[in-house]
């Protein structure tokens, strides 16, 4: 699935589909507090976060680094998880709510949330456990946003 992602949601040669690569710290933030909330969200106005196609936001928890890729124009929110575990239930709306504020600051259409899907790929290398693995999590997260904006490995 992947693979596909890479061939179906890449950037292309035009300005507005550069991807936007977010702090490792703006997720963690933003799970935080509702009151850091603002101050990202006049960040992300001032970078003019909408005008990008595609999102790109490494989190890490628990010593543990996981990517979420939002696709614009393909109504996709990818979790790049390389434990296959399940993601906790608080990154999604949190994640969901900042863009709904965002962009209803720029008078755009409202967001209708179920004609996105949400993917989990487990067609990725797997990192079995934690224990011992040290943080080869982070270096996947790395690599994978490297395909994601290249579209090529």
């Known amino acids: ?28 933030s933003l799970l935080q507090t509702n009151d850091g909330r603002v ?3 006049k960040w992300a106005h001032q970078m003019k976060a909408w005008t990008y196609g595609i999102w790109l936001n490494p989190l890490c928890r628990n010593e543990h680094w996981t990517l979420y890729v939002v696709v ?15 993601t906790s239930s608080d990154v999604l709306p949190k994640l969901c709510g900042f863009i709904e504020k965002l962009f209803m600051r720029m008078d755009t259409p409202v ?22 693995g040290g943080f080869k ?10 395909i994601i904006c290249h579209g090529k490995y």
């Open 111 to 132: 967001f209708n949330w179920s004609e996105w899907f949400f993917h989990r790929p487990v067609d990725i290398p797997s990192q079995k456990t934690m224990a011992g």
């Open 72 to 86: 614009f124009p393909h109504k996709v929110i990818l979790c790049i998880d390389f434990l296959h575990g399940l």
């Open 137 to 146: 999590c982070g270096i996947h997260v790395c690599v994978w946003a490297y």
């Open 1 to 28: 699935m992947l693979i596909h992602v890479r061939n179906q949601y890449t950037v292309s040669e035009t300005p507005q589909d550069e991807p936007l690569i977010f702090d490792a710290h703006f997720l963690s």
């Open 39 to 41: 101050g990202l969200l």
